[in-house]
């Protein structure tokens, strides 16, 4: 069975820096683009990177760009996603996403979701 897991989460001052992994395991399933998406209290999930799977494309939500970059080991199976600048308002569930045959920020696109890993940001 395809897993997702998300790791990196955690609690951090206005202005820190974290590093998102996600790592898949278990049966080989067809990755076009893996993607990061976020969902706080009360809010619905919204979409924040996605990069194909050779790693020549990437895309951003303004909100997030030139603060977060998203990479990817695919020697390793894993995705990060480098947080700076992390603001009080980028506290949420933080989520990988694998799509198997769109690039994009349409949640509908993804296939396989991790549980997330919650990101806290303090003022």
């Known amino acids: 069975q395809a897993q997702l897991v998300e790791s990196g989460g955690g609690l951090v001052q206005a202005g820190g820096s974290l590093r998102l992994s996600c790592a898949a395991s278990g049966r080989t399933f067809s990755t076009y683009a893996t993607g990061w998406f976020r969902q706080a209290p009360g809010k619905e999930r919204e979409f924040v990177a996605t990069?194909?799977?050779?790693?020549?494309?990437?895309y951003y939500a303004g909100a997030v760009k030139g603060r977060f970059t998203i990479s990817r080991d695919n020697a390793k199976n894993t995705v990060y996603l480098q947080m700076n600048s992390l603001k009080p308002e980028d506290t949420a569930l933080y989520y990988c996403a694998v799509s198997s045959s769109t690039f994009g920020a349409s949640m509908t696109s993804y296939d396989y979701w991790g549980q997330g890993t919650q990101v806290t940001v303090s003022s």
């Open positions: 990069i194909t799977w050779s790693g020549t494309n990437t």
